[in-house]
């Protein structure tokens, strides 16, 4: 039984996947082991409160930039597994994870860990304000803030498509390196998808899924968006590919790069709401000719990360590119 000191310094968190985390009252120390979930901890504020991350994180160009402090974090993993004397020298008050295996890792060497895994928007909110109630402080109300920047960035998409707008069929690439990995239906990918006035070209379900080049070519996409790369590079790899280069799409020249900021906007990202924007005006250019993107992507930046985003810079945001 736990005396009323101990129950004074502790409080409970419940994680996405249903369990009750007992957590210190006051979070100092986070270990963010999850790449998406570090933009998060940035975006409520929490980012000096960053013991550990992961390389992948230390790589993303857009996050250095914003907060170069991020190369100095340790990144305590072995592949996906937590190298736990590494994280037991960094002293974290709790670990942050999508990952089950680490998450019982982390309590095994008695270091609470919150699951914060999601597959859609409703999930996505959900754990931004898990992240938001563990970091505590001014970050529940960051939180709030968001999650009513989010939702009145897919309302202000869904006033702008009438019921007769005619929903355009999108293909979503996972990167450049394998054109035949697409995301398919169920996904958060195919939400903003439809949020944004198209639907999946292709039948498949589930994140990064296998496909022929035959079924692309008979569903026959009329934009297609490719991740991790830039809009120039996207166009020019399916206009020399013999296979694609006869597509709808790519005789348009409508192939994007998708954006990536702190984090890739397409998955696992607090930059969806930026993401809803984009892909509808992507979609259907004519509904959308007074949304300034450019300006709304300087607003997000400089309201959310307290960084002054140039127009030069959020136009290379725009098209996949690195910051120079």
Not at 10 to 29: F, M, P
Not at 113 to 133: C, I
């Amino acid at each position: 039984m736990s005396t009323p000191i101990q129950a004074a310094s502790t409080r409970n968190v419940k994680d996405l996947s249903g369990k009750t985390v007992k957590i210190s009252k006051k979070v100092n120390r986070v270990a963010d082991l999850w790449h998406a979930n570090n933009q998060v901890v940035l975006l409520l504020n929490g980012q000096k409160k960053l013991v550990a991350t992961t390389d992948t994180v230390k790589s993303f160009p857009w996050f250095s930039t914003v907060y170069p402090g991020i190369k100095a974090v340790t990144a305590p993993l072995s592949g996906n597994d937590i190298q736990t004397e590494e994280l037991l020298k960094l002293k974290p008050d709790v670990v942050l994870t999508a990952d089950k295996n680490q998450a019982e890792q982390a309590t095994k060497v008695g270091i609470p860990a919150v699951n914060l895994m999601y597959q859609d928007f409703a999930g996505l909110k959900r754990s931004v304000k898990t992240t938001a109630k563990v970091l505590g402080g001014n970050s529940p109300k960051i939180a709030n803030q968001y999650v009513k920047e989010l939702n009145g960035n897919i309302k202000y998409v869904k006033q702008h498509l009438d019921e007769n707008t005619k929903k355009t069929r999108v293909l979503h690439i996972v990167n450049d390196q394998d054109l035949l990995k697409v995301d398919g239906r169920d996904t958060i990918v195919d939400e903003w998808i439809k949020l944004s006035g198209g639907k999946n070209a292709l039948k498949v379900k589930g994140n990064m899924r296998a496909v022929t080049a035959e079924q692309i070519i008979k569903a026959n996409p009329q934009v297609i968006i490719i991740g991790n790369t830039t809009s120039k590079k996207a166009l020019k790899t399916l206009c020399h590919d013999s296979r694609f280069a006869k597509l709808k799409a790519v005789k348009a020249g409508r192939v994007y790069g998708n954006p990536q900021g702190t984090f890739a906007w397409d998955r696992y990202s607090a930059e969806e709401a930026l993401q809803v924007l984009w892909a509808a005006k992507k979609l259907h250019p004519n509904k959308f000719k007074q949304l300034n993107l450019t300006k709304k992507t300087q607003q997000f930046y400089d309201k959310y990360y307290h960084y002054d985003l140039s127009k030069t810079e959020a136009k290379r945001m725009l098209a996949g590119e690195e910051p120079k």
